[in-house]
């Protein structure tokens, strides 16, 4: 990238970043249909908010969203790393069923590298714009490859969309990661670090600007993806957070503290401009995360507790790594202050908007929709909830898990058995009964076996068993 675009990417960022100027808002007229807004956070582990048990990091805006809306105890991501987590939340559809099973693939034999989601399946801004939705995307997409702008989010159902991208483009160009790219590539924006706080907060103006933006006449679906806490050095926050913490905790350990009250500060910020503008009360809002807690970087999802107590962390398919926070915000809809033990995951995401609008929801898909459970209604259960990983181009990484009501499953590909642990008493995953119940295991194995979808990208999907 030569001098001259990034000059003019700096004076974008600089126009981008101008303080938000508070205006005084008539409420808007209401909508036949509500909003929807899915925010999501990068490796935001179960332990890691006030509301679920964190002692040290401050989330006091997020704590007070639980009081007003409905945790779930028993949520799950789509997978425990990014890219197919993300793909489940955008099709409804678990890890077996997907095009992405890991980060990156095999191409022809001759490297592993990312894998675009592809373009049959259908992911929930597209259902949701046939239900006469305006659509957005602000943040992290990890769902595209750097060569093919068409499989970046703007191609697949959002009609504005603010990206980050990395890799090559199809010149063979490193992609610099601090740009922006608006709408694909018609327009880029420059993150310039040193200005703000985190990344995040460079975002979030982007989606207060979109909400000025918009049409009034079109109910909105905003998706806002977040990086925090993500443990690359590059997006470290430059923070006084917690300096009273300097001697006594590691440098990163501030940091990652920092990121996530940062984050608290962010959402804070877009609840209040939804109340200043009179559409919260007409707005169902959900906050998750992609996966279980990092363990990067220097970083050790210890210091927190940031699984909450349970077993593993990012990238494994113990509760730890897939088991996140979740609550769900909908003022005078979602009864206030609830906790619901009911297991549900991101595949269950799509189909719940799509009725939410109105709207059938994909016949392909592996989720159900729990707006019932939202709403307090008699709501119907999953026979079985289903994950797969393939981390690296080995058997070793290649990992499924299924649970089936209290019972839950993993097995890990190059081991060649399946554990079993019964998460009614034993909820941390410490004591494998499987040879107690191999009634539950055949059970299992049979959900394993069936589930996983041969996939060329995948070496071992379709599972990894001795005959």
Known sequence: MNKFWLGVFAVLAIACGKKQETKVVQSKKKLDKPNIIFLLADDLGYGELGSYGQKTIRTPFLDEVAKKGLKFTDFYAGTSVCSPSRAVLMTGKHTGHLSIRGNKGKWEGKKWDRVALKKS???????LQTAGYQTAMIGKW???????????????????????????????????????????????IFYNYNKYKCLDEFRTNFALEYLDKKSDDKPFFLYMSYRIPHAHEFFLSKTDLYVDKIEEWPEIERRHAARITMLDAQIKRLFDKLKQSGELENTLIVISSDNGPTNENHHSYRFFDSSGGLKGYKRDLYEGG?????????????RSGATTQFPATFYDILPTFAEVAGVAAPKEIDGISILPELLGKKQKGHEFLYWEIQEGPTVKGFRQAT?????????????????????????????????????????????????????????????????
């Open 322 to 334: 897939i088991r996140v926070p979740m609550i769900a915000y909908w003022e005078g809809k979602i």
């Open 142 to 188: 990890h769902l595209g490859v750097p060569e093919d702008v068409s499989t970046w989010a703007h191609g697949r159902g959002f009609d504005y969309a603010v990206q980050e991208q990395w890799g090559e483009d199809k010149n063979g160009n490193e992609i610099d990661e601090r740009v922006h790219w608006v709408n694909n590539d018609q327009d880029s």
């Open 121 to 127: 399946e259908t992911t929930v801004a597209e259902v």
């Open 403 to 467: 649970r089936i009501g209290k019972w839950k499953a993993v097995r890990y590909g190059n081991n060649y058995h399946t554990e079993l642990y019964n998460l009614e008493t034993d909820m941390q995953e410490t004591k494998d009964v499987s040879a107690l119940h191999p009634e539950i295991v055949a059970q299992a194995e049979g959900i394993l076996k069936r589930e996983s979808e041969k996939n060329k990208h995948f070496p071992f999907s379709g599972g990894v068993f001795k005959e």
